[in-house]
């Protein structure tokens, strides 16, 4: 059975840092390309980043570039988003997603709330 399971969210004043985790299971996580989405109140799921499986490649989002940073430890099965400067605009739930051509996994999210 794969799971996906996010923690590290949680409440954070504008210009803080949070990171984010992603620890897998049940799969082959080496194989998988892993990114983070999220998903605000009243809006559609959008592309935060990705990772090669190798985590030799990224891609941000471009309100994203600059501020936020993937990363993977495969050893540990877990993938991490790290976020600095963040904006009230980055409250969202934060989801991970694994991909693997048709396989695709998603976590169940956490919460990040940005604010004073």
Do not use: H
């Amino acid at each position: 059975q794969v799971e996906l399971v996010e923690s590290g969210g949680g409440l954070v004043q504008p210009g803080g840092s949070l990171r984010l985790s992603c620890l897998a299971s049940g799969l082959a996580f080496s194989r998988y390309a892993m990114s983070w989405y999220r998903q605000a109140p009243g809006k559609e799921r959008e592309l935060v980043a990705s990772i090669t499986n190798t985590g030799d490649s990224t891609n941000y989002a471009d309100s994203m570039k600059g501020r936020f940073t993937i990363s993977r430890d495969n050893a540990k099965n877990t993938a991490y988003l790290q976020m600095n400067s963040v904006k009230p605009e980055d409250t969202a739930v934060y989801f991970c997603k694994a991909r693997l051509a048709w396989s695709v996994y998603w976590g169940q999210g956490t919460q990040v709330t940005v604010s004073s």
